[in-house]
């Protein structure tokens, strides 16, 4: 393994001679790794980027660097390897407004490869018999100037990543299986572009949410104001003021016309406030309720829960001859599509995914 030793870029000169470096690398030979404050700000920023090629680390520090259009410029064209990139692409995008031309996911390939603990943590564990400190993992990276351990930290999360493709995409060549990986990162980055153009309208359609009525969203969307004002105040996140989970539960109790009561826990001021926004739900107009968000609602005959069956049992029986995890070659919603509509549910796969359901 390459002895990788990170340095600092903290002004824009530095960054420059950095884009010269990273512009010479051949495509897919760079590494990236983001850390972000969003478990101490109630508005989460980029605090930290970390990059590594065959030549080293580098960490390029965005809170001191205003502008930042050199590392943009360079990311829009370059193919580089993360793991676990979901989180990172809404970074990204919330930062920058752009994404990498590809993502080659580290956490992708793992998982075609059947591996069943797929972290990067368990992946170095697994390839150099090295256990990754986790002592940072929940640091405060907005913070300035930034420990030594935290430095150290940062560069442990991309210094194996190269060599470690390299053994991942050897193992995927060896089983027929690169043309998956490929096209699935390509899929991910897409789906990561959609994502990010679908959210920011209703950010309070919370997971759970579509269970809830027309009065159970309106209670929802209030609560879910009255916690961001919160977390707003005092700058920090969400969560801290108040979990989701909770606010569904007040917003199913709301939605049954049932009284809601603020937690013990929660200070005086903070409880008048909860019970001012209950008593705003409480005053409103059905007119003024949120609409319920269209479903896909497949048509169904008779035989449809036959074939959900069939092609079910079709896709458990090619995954455990692969050893692979059943969800990877059809989801459940993607069967129940398959089996509405053969065809237009199968086109909707990615090519090997049909393929294999096919052969």
Request: charged share 25%.
């Amino acid at each position: 393994m390459v002895a990788y030793r990170a340095f600092m870029i903290t002004d824009p000169e530095a960054l420059f001679q950095w884009k010269i470096r990273a512009s010479a690398q051949p495509q897919g030979r760079t590494v990236l790794d983001l850390e972000a404050d969003s478990l101490h700000r109630h508005r989460e920023k980029l605090c930290l980027i970390q990059y590594a090629d065959a030549e080293g680390v580098v960490i390029i520090d965005p809170l001191a660097i205003e502008d930042m259009k050199l590392f943009t410029l360079w990311l829009q064209e370059a193919d580089v390897w993360m793991h676990g990139a979901d989180y990172d692409m809404s970074l990204l995008q919330n930062a920058f407004g752009v994404l990498p031309h590809m993502i080659l996911d580290t956490q992708i390939a793992a998982r075609l490869l059947g591996f069943q603990q797929f972290g990067l943590a368990a992946l170095v564990e697994h390839y150099y018999g090295i256990v990754l400190s986790k002592k940072n993992q929940r640091a405060n990276w907005g913070l300035r100037p930034m420990p030594a351990d935290m430095k150290e930290y940062a560069q442990g999360d991309v210094k194996f990543m190269l060599e470690m493709a390299d053994k991942l995409v050897a193992e995927l060549q060896h089983l027929g299986r690169y043309e998956w990986f490929l096209e699935s990162c390509a899929c991910n980055l897409e789906h990561g572009r959609e994502r990010h153009a679908s959210t920011g309208s209703d950010p309070w359609r919370i997971k759970g949410s579509g269970k809830l009525t027309r009065r159970g969203l309106a209670a929802l969307k209030t609560l879910w104001l009255w916690r961001d004002r919160e977390a707003a105040t005092i700058d920090r996140p969400a969560f801290m003021v108040s979990g989701n989970d909770e606010l569904l539960r007040w917003s199913f109790a709301l939605q049954e016309f049932r009284p809601v009561f603020p937690n013990r826990n929660m200070h005086t001021h903070r409880a008048a406030r909860f019970r001012k926004a209950v008593e705003h739900f409480q005053l409103m107009d059905e007119e003024e309720y949120p609409e319920l968000l269209k479903r896909v609602h497949h048509e169904t005959d008779s035989h449809f829960d036959f074939r959900v069956e069939q092609w079910s049992a079709r896709r458990n029986s090619i995954a455990e001859e692969l050893a692979l995890e059943p969800s990877l070659i059809a989801t459940r919603s993607q069967i129940e599509s398959i089996a509405a509509h053969e065809d237009k549910g199968l086109a909707a796969l990615m090519n090997w995914q049909r393929n294999l359901l096919t052969r």
